[in-house]
């Protein structure tokens, strides 16, 4: 009998296997569907010998210490800053659009300052900032909005901004300094050995027994166990009940060159052309050394893998329809992006999985208490 099958090995089910066994000491059954663990964070070595993530670009950061010293006990880090450039009016500039963004694209020399004059003079006033299209149009006006994010948005998400909540391109800081990091994180780094290799770190307990290749579906009523963890989609677990919950899909074409080197920088974005949103070139993420370059497109789909759940006003609910149903189902617990249909980075399922450890690990003290109790006042009768 397992304590815990766990459905997906991705963050949120691995985070959940490694302290449900190691700090509880249950036994744990995790099984993916898919032939190998890791999730979508998951990277290999390719038939070159590069090192690649399958499932495109995936970037350490966090300003969370708890969940990097939790995950800094399975891998050692490479400090890597994250650099995106933009291909925009034939020229490559930094993304988030930040001082030299304005510069070079229109040839001046603006200072900080000056700069901030220039967006609150192109800025169209947006009360209340609702969608996507009012986040950034009230901050840099039309002109950047369509140069930048109207076209990429559309590409991504075959939505227009105006019909996306406000927190997708809020992901998208603008600066009127000269920093071009993608991210402002306090820590921001990649996995020495790459992901898969912390994730190997992480399930490697003798109370975890690892199944790949394996629906939890075609275990249904062979495996007898307590509790499930469920990571995957959650309209998927309800059989649709109340219709499909949309996620966006990806098709990545990975391609090899013949050339040690392609980009300036690890990722490119191209807003206004290609049907591809963005190409990613590895050995900048991961600091390998080969002669050859491994690089990604990635095709924005509506069928296939779920990626990304669509935040916008009527999918958070259906999304509530399915929650309440997620939330009256005993034994079983849901959670990561796909199952709490949250647009959540790496960091954030750590931290959510975490959570829900604390929870539970919470209450089984309340039920061991309760039992000691329960001896105790046992023993004192007899
Ligand atoms: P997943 O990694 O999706 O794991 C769920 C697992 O469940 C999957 O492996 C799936 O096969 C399995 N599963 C589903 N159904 C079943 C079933 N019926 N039976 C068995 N197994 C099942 N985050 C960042 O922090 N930085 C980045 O740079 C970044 N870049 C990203 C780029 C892309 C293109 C994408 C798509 C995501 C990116 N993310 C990034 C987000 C990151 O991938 C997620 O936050 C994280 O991987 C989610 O972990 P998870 O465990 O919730 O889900
Ligand atoms: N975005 C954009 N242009 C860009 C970069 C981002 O329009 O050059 C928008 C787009 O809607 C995208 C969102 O901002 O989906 C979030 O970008 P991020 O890079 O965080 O996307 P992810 O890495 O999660 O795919």
């Known amino acids: 009998m397992f304590d815990y099958l766990i459905v997906g090995a991705g963050f949120a089910g691995s985070v959940l296997a490694e302290r449900l066994a190691k700090v509880l000491g249950m036994n744990v059954l995790i099984v993916d569907k898919r032939p190998h663990i890791g999730g979508n964070a998951f990277d290999h070595y390719n038939d070159h010998g590069v090192l690649v993530h399958k499932y495109g670009p995936h970037i350490f950061h966090t300003n969370s210490k708890p969940v990097f010293e939790y ?36 040839g001046l020399s603006l200072t900080s300052s000056q700069v901030e004059d220039f967006f609150q003079s192109v800025a169209e006033a947006r009360n209340p900032v609702r969608t996507s299209e009012d986040v950034v149009v009230n901050r ?21 901004p105006s019909e996306l909540d406000a927190t997708v391109t809020s992901r998208v800081p603008v600066r009127t300094n000269r920093d071009d990091r993608y991210f402002s994180d306090t820590y921001q780094a990649m996995p020495l050995h790459g992901f898969t290799r912390m994730f190997e770190n992480m399930l490697d307990h003798p109370n975890i027994k690892v199944m790949l290749n394996t629906d939890y579906r075609e275990l249904e009523g062979m ?146 208490t309760s039992r000691l109790g329960k001896i105790e006042r046992r023993q004192k009768i007899s």
């Open 140 to 160: 840099v006006g039309r002109e950047l909005y369509e140069k930048f994010f109207r076209n990429y948005t559309r590409k991504q998400w075959d939505l227009d």
């Open 71 to 106: 995950l800094s006990q399975f891998t050692e880090w490479r400090s890597y800053e994250h650099r995106v450039r933009a291909s925009v009016d034939g020229q490559l500039v930094p993304i988030p659009i930040n001082l030299d963004t304005i510069n070079k694209l229109y």
């Open 223 to 368: 495996i007898p166990y307590r509790e499930m963890i469920y990571t995957g989609p959650v309209d998927e677990f309800f059989n649709f009940e109340f219709g499909k919950l949309p996620y966006r899909s990806l098709q990545f074409k990975h391609e090899t060159l013949d050339t040690p080197q392609l980009q300036p920088v690890a990722v490119i974005n191209y807003p206004n052309e290609h049907l591809y949103t963005r190409v990613t070139e590895f050995k900048h993420l991961t600091g390998q050394q080969h002669h050859k370059t491994s690089i990604v497109y990635e095709f924005p789909r509506a069928e296939g893998d779920p990626y990304y759940p669509i935040p916008r006003p009527e999918n958070s609910e259906l999304y509530k329809k399915y929650k309440a149903l997620a939330d009256a189902t005993q034994g079983v617990h849901f959670v990561g992006r796909l199952a709490t249909y949250k647009y959540y980075n790496m960091d954030q399922v750590t931290a959510q999985a975490l959570a829900l450890f604390a929870k539970i690990s919470g209450s089984k003290q309340v039920e061991l």
